[in-house]
């Protein structure tokens, strides 16, 4: 599976943005998807995922309430919906694809795409 991550940008605190993952060669069946995020000199950290086959979601405590990830099988896409978007959100966003294991593990994650900056401006 490729993954190709867009949409990120430079915005105020306040702003939304929507980030989009898709996938090429394969379709995300069989995989569930997940949002990672990377601030210079720090850990990658989990941000979303969601589940392969219940519709389960699952958030980081600092995005809960303020960022939603969906998907949409007919474009092969996962998004991340961002609003309220706060300074301490910037990073670089990365979308992975994972079979089995934890959601919260990047290690879990068996594709990664190439990530995309998200720039918030107090």
């Known amino acids: 599976v490729q993954l190709q991550a867009s949409g990120g940008g430079l915005v105020q605190a306040g702003d939304s943005l929507r980030l989009s993952c898709v996938a090429s060669g394969r379709t995300f069946k069989g995989y569930a998807v997940g949002w990672f995020r990377q601030a210079p000199g720090k850990e990658r950290e989990f941000v979303a995922a969601?589940?392969?086959?219940?519709?389960?979601?699952y958030y980081a405590d600092s995005v809960k309430g303020r960022f939603t990830i969906s998907g949409d099988n007919a474009k092969n896409t996962v998004y991340l919906q961002m609003n309220s978007l706060k300074p301490e959100d910037t990073s670089v966003y990365y979308c992975?694809?994972?079979?089995?294991?934890?959601?919260?593990?990047?290690?879990?994650?068996?594709?990664w795409g190439q990530g995309t900056q998200v720039t918030v401006s107090s």
């Open positions: 992975a694809a994972r079979r089995t294991g934890s959601v919260y593990f990047k290690g879990s994650y068996d594709y």
């Open positions: 969601n589940a392969k086959y219940d519709g389960s979601t």
